[in-house]
T-cell receptor
Framework: AQSVTQLDSQVPVFEEAPVELRCNYS??????LFWYVQYPNQGLQLLLK??????LVKGINGFEAEFNKSQTSFHLRKPSVHISDTAEYFC?????????????FGKGTKLTVNP | DGGITQSPKYLFRKEGQNVTLSCEQN?????MYWYRQDPGQGLRLIYY???????QKGDIAEGYSVSREKKESFPLTVTSAQKNPTAFYLC????????????FGPGTRLTVL
């Protein structure tokens, strides 16, 4: 079974600073990887996904993530954050074709961007 | 505009009452999902359906029931057997057999008094 660990439950940063939100996964097979963002009292929105190919994935709102198979990580980065990036971020994995097609989510990281 | 709607946004019920949460999508997606979100717990899958008239239990199905009579609709009933029903409930949909995006609704916050 797959599992996801988001290493930081809360990350405070100042506006225009860089940020990295960490995600590690455990799986005995290849997986697909996703990052979602949730603004307060709203649903989730996809930021980016890794299915195959280049290990550096670019998403919306200036975010990017790098897939590292040897370290089983998929960390999310942004070089310069804005106040509007304050939200909760979820890393998720999905087993490969032939599995249950279910997303398994981490517990989330709350990013707070301070002025 | 295509999307997923959930209603109501806030719901209050007395302990011991069943309550049904609505989820409707006009994205023509075959697959639909219900998740429960608790603070600090991430999202946990309650039920999912990949086709009309068929659905499967997720990781925390006890105390919940669903139906899938129409492609567009996937209502969730929280029964009195659910021991701790107060939570934020999210509905999602996706193209079947796709490893791409699940689209999420805005959620329903259920509070049981």
């Amino acid at each position: 079974a797959q599992s996801v660990t988001q290493l930081d439950s809360q990350v405070p940063v100042f506006e225009e600073a860089p940020v990295e939100l960490r995600c590690n996964y455990s799986s005995s097979v290849s997986v697909y990887l996703f990052w979602y963002v949730q603004y307060p009292n709203q649903g989730l929105q996809l930021l980016l996904k890794y299915l195959s190919g280049s290990t550096l994935v670019k998403g919306i709102n200036g975010f990017e993530a790098e897939f590292n198979k040897s370290q089983t990580s998929f960390h999310l980065r942004k070089p310069s954050v804005h106040i509007s990036d304050t939200a909760e971020y979820f890393c998720a994995v999905m087993p490969p074709r032939g599995g249950s097609e279910k997303l398994v989510f981490g517990k989330g990281t709350k990013l707070t961007v301070n002025p | 505009d295509g999307g997923i709607t959930q209603s109501p946004k806030y719901l209050f019920r007395k302990e011991g009452q069943n309550v049904t949460l609505s989820c409707e999508q006009n994205l023509n997606h075959d697959a639909m999902y219900w998740y429960r979100q608790d603070p600090g717990q991430g999202l946990r899958l309650i039920y999912y359906s990949q086709i009309v008239n068929d659905f499967q239990k997720g990781d925390i199905a006890e105390g919940y029931s669903v139906s899938r009579e129409k492609k567009e609709s996937f209502p969730l009933t929280v029964t009195s057997a659910q021991k701790n029903p107060t939570a934020f409930y999210l509905c999602a949909s996706s193209i079947r057999d796709s490893y791409n995006e699940q689209f999420f609704g805005p959620g329903t916050r259920l509070t049981v008094l």
